[in-house]
């Protein structure tokens, strides 16, 4: 059994994730400084510190106490629009905040290093098929710059030290939990306006093309990261895609929502089509996405209601 410190375990995905590390019986730490996550996502049985991974001082107390076998670092500025707003903020947490977690990993002989990256922020548009872990890198945003200059620290400190990791770059992740911020926010948007009785908003014409991926999957795979995916970057999503209208369209049927959306006029910079190839995760884990769109709605609507 491992014991693993979860960054951002306050948060929608870690919090999932610490959730099913302890359900295996693995001790999980949690680091959050509670900016978007919040202390009542934290799993019964995970034991909390409530600080800032921009703070090696205090991260190297935590570690020295801990003595961590894995670290899991999900701790991240996840908004895209305060990333090209305040770059500065982003680079400290994103890409400082993990080398602060990198090096303590080194010095106190930490045995993995796993770390969410994006896939959805990263590609750039997807018109020859789902992208590939392989395929050309071409982030629109500080937010996918920041996070993929991470991995690059991340294989650096592999070859240089030895460190062992798995990066592992999401698709658009929503569930339960979920923050409106994250980049499947628009999930979590729809429901709290279809809830509230207001009509939700669609930038452009609505058909732009996105990977949803169901927390639990991605949960599931963080936890065959513990044991393989060596040293390897792997793509969690669903290979398929579903569009903003077809989103808006299954949840007004679970929810019994009759309005209609408000087009807006298209936001600058967004890609039209991101998906991602999953046959590497399906060959290294023997992982797939297993929740459908339509059970993942349901249950990320039904715990909205219950969450109001
Ligand atoms: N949600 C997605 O679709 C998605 C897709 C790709 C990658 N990711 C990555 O997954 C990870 C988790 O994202 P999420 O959607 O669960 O977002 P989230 O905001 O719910 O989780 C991030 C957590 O990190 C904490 N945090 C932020 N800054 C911190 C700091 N300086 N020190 C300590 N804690 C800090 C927050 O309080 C929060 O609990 C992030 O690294 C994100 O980049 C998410």
Redesign the pocket.
Known sequence: MAKTLV??G?????SHVSQRYLNQGHQVVI???????REDNIPKGAKFYK????DLKTLETIFKEEKLDVVNH?????DVRESLENPQKDAT?NIV?GINLLELSKKQGVKKFIY??????LYGEASQGPSQENSPINPISHYGVS?YCLEHYIDLCSRLYNINFTILR?????GPR??P????GVIAIFIHAMLDGKNPMIYGDGEQLRDYVYVEDIAKANLMALSSGDKMTINLGTGKTTSVNKLFQILGEVLNFKGKPQFKPKRGGEIFRSVLDVGLAKNVFHWNAEVSLQKGLENTVAWQRSAC
């Not at 306050?10 to 870690?14: C, K, L, M, R, S």
């Not at 969410?116 to 922020?121: I, L, N």
């Not at 911020?181 to 499947?184: F, K, M, R, V």
């Open positions: 960054t951002g306050a948060g929608f995905i870690g680091i959050d400084n509670l900016s978007t996550g600080a800032d991974i921009s999900h701790a991240a500025q996840i947490i905040g969410a990256a994006t896939g959805g922020a996070k999401y698709a658009n992740v929503y979920q923050n911020l994250g980049e499947a």
